[in-house]
């Protein structure tokens, strides 16, 4: 049985992936790098131990610079080309597993706060993270050993 992914619809799969993080984590990493600390974060952090550990100045700034750190990985992957090669798709394994720590993040956040519906949404984007990673890695095996086009 063959159970390789046509070089096409590896391709597609890999690039719809790389540019859908490109936009998650550009998206928000440039406009909270653009808009800064909004007026509503004390409210709603304030009184957690992240007020004082390591403090809603920091604790924002870190989310921002996880967010854009996970856009630079990923502008890394598709400038590569990562998409395109039968080569092992590094750079976008990273972005996925360094999403991981950063929907962590923003799930842990959540929870701080009580917001129990938006902690479930970061598990559900954890989640498809993880499935992604999974069909990454996989296309990985497949690179490494070709391809059975038929």
Do not use: C, H
Request: charged share 15%; glycine share 8%.
């Amino acid at each position: 049985m063959n159970t390789s992914v046509n070089p096409a619809i590896r391709s597609g799969a890999l690039l719809a992936i790389n540019l859908m993080l490109l936009m998650v984590w550009g998206f928000a990493g440039i406009d909270k790098l653009r808009s800064g600390i909004p007026a509503w974060f004390d409210d709603k952090f304030g009184a957690t131990f992240l007020a004082s550990f390591p403090g809603l100045s920091a604790t924002f700034w870190l989310l921002t610079a996880a967010e854009l750190a996970a856009f630079l990985l990923a502008g890394i992957a598709l400038f590569r080309g990562e998409f395109i090669r039968r080569s092992t798709p590094i750079w976008l394994m990273s972005t996925l597993v360094w999403s991981l720590f950063v929907f962590l993040q923003l799930a842990l956040g959540q929870w701080l706060t009580a917001d129990f519906n938006g902690t479930f949404q970061m598990f559900v984007y954890f989640g498809i993270t993880l499935l992604m990673l999974q069909f990454t890695m996989n296309t990985r095996r497949e690179a490494k050993s070709g391809y059975d086009i038929e």
